[in-house]
């Protein structure tokens, strides 16, 4: 899609000339300033006091070295990131990613995100990312608490309860959470909620392991309510098999839908009668196998490995597609795959896991899509929920966690079309989240003067 204002094309053409070879940077960029067209033909103020040029460029970038120690006494160094990107409405809040494929623009892209994807809660925080190029899978316990332990030794010098509050994201789960909190407790003396996703026992909150997978399919049900349809019934493929997935797949079968297939970076699993969830938890979360091993117990499903001549998880006949894996694993053939099988819904359970051929195939199709930045923010919503409950030092219930988190999903939904319709793009959720994403960062910067 081309730009029809100047200022917005020559400014994406200066982002992509300060950040040579950021290609995921550049991709999460476009979409939103694409989506702004509407917004800066009514608020010219926007340009004039440079609020969209502030709101590309991080407030500040760390990079740092990482060395540890394997068991056997070799010392490897990982690169470390966190970025620190608008703190217009609240402290920096975003996931830390352990996975050998981040860099500087995966990190850069996902903090771009965080912005409006934390603004669109509703609640009183800012956008941050960070991670390191750590592969946690093949390192036994030690080896994970010593990298953890030396990454938080750095980044404890710049996160804190009322500043940045980092949680979990890929690679990074309760185990490595729990080491970086007891780092970080032992370097500043203090116990805080300056990470989320920490275990009951020492502040963290109910339903924030469930939180993204329940989270997308609360956003995903008011999608097909909206549209006059529901998940009762629903034959739903689902990408991953992490804490997205897992629990995408929980809520969408209490809800009424059949959870047909899954999968992991080795390929996928495709059980006609229903995935058996009971069965995948204990696999990925007890025994940290591979997903090929669901075959095993269950000799009725089919496992095709990843590349192989008989296509990927796409190809699976479904009325709902939850790609929850990771970013644009979901390509323009894919989606032409998904429609032509009669695919009526889609929703970004990951990170910007579509690619923006993908994307207008669905649109074009007619697809329901719910985007990343609106589907996926149970996560960091009930992060925000955890942070508001270490500070008045309480617990709350199982079912009031729950309660909040459907509530704040059905928000987002209905803030999104809104601001969607408000601006001439009625039913394209991805203008209207990030419209109402952006409007409300951008107020609060322009009360805040040029800071």
């Known amino acids: 899609m081309a730009f029809q204002s100047n200022y917005l094309h020559d400014l994406m053409e200066r982002i992509i000339a300060r950040n040579p070879g950021e290609s995921e940077f550049h991709q999460a960029v476009r979409e939103v300033l694409e989506s702004l067209e509407p917004v800066i033909e009514t608020r010219p103020e926007l340009i004039r006091h440079g609020v969209i040029e502030s709101l590309v460029e991080p407030e500040r970038l760390i990079k740092f070295r990482v060395p540890w120690l394997t068991d056997d006494g070799k010392v490897y160094v990982n690169r470390g990131y966190r970025v620190q990107f608008n703190s217009a409405i609240g402290p920096y809040k975003g996931g830390l990613r352990f996975h050998p494929s981040v860099n500087e623009s995966i990190i850069k892209f996902l903090g771009f995100e965080q912005i409006f994807k934390n603004s669109l809660t509703g609640l009183p925080i800012g956008g941050g990312k960070g991670g390191a190029d750590f592969d946690p899978k093949g390192k036994s316990d030690a080896e994970v608490m010593r990298f953890c332990q030396s990454f938080m030794t750095e980044l404890s010098r710049w996160i804190g309860p009322n500043t940045d509050v980092p949680a979990g994201d890929i690679g990074v789960g309760a185990r490595e959470v729990g080491y970086m909190y007891g780092q970080y407790k032992r370097l500043r003396s203090e116990s805080s909620g300056v990470i989320t996703g920490k275990g009951l026992a020492f502040g963290g909150s109910l339903v924030r392991t469930e939180a993204t997978g329940y989270g997308l399919c609360y956003f995903t049900d008011e999608m ?3 549209a006059g349809r529901t998940f009762a019934g629903a034959r739903v493929v689902i990408s991953g098999s992490g804490n997205v997935a897992i629990y995408a797949a929980e809520k969408a079968t209490e809800l009424g839908a059949v959870i047909v297939a899954l999968s992991d970076s080795g390929g996928y699993i495709y059980d006609a009668e229903g995935i058996d969830l009971a069965l995948v938890k204990r696999l990925k979360e007890v025994e940290r196998a591979r997903i090929s091993q669901y075959v095993v117990h269950r000799p009725d499903a089919t496992f095709t490995p990843a590349g192989s001549d008989s ?7 479904c009325d709902i597609a939850l790609p929850c894996a990771t970013q644009n694993e979901l390509h323009e053939a894919d989606a032409r795959a998904l429609v032509d099988n009669g ?14 051929e993908a994307i207008a195939v669905f649109q074009k199709s007619g697809v329901l899509f719910g985007p990343a930045k609106a589907a ?6 009930t992060s925000a929920l955890e942070m508001s409950q270490n500070s008045q030092r309480y617990c709350w219930t199982y079912d009031e966690v729950d309660c909040k988190l459907k509530t704040i999903m ?3 939904f209905k803030n999104a079309s809104a601001a969607a319709q408000e601006y001439g793009r009625e039913g394209d959720l991805i203008a209207g989240a990030n419209i109402a994403g952006f409007l409300k960062v951008a107020d609060a910067m322009l009360a805040q003067g040029a800071v």
Do not use: H, R
Not at 311 to 317: A, D, E, F, K, R
């Open 410 to 412: 059905q928000d987002i």
């Open 343 to 356: 695919c009526y819904a889609v929703a970004e359970g990951a990170n910007m896991p579509c690619t923006p």
């Open 224 to 226: 097909l309510k909206n």
């Open 376 to 381: 996926n923010a149970g996560g960091v919503a």
């Open 311 to 317: 296509g990927n998880i796409w190809n699976v006949t």
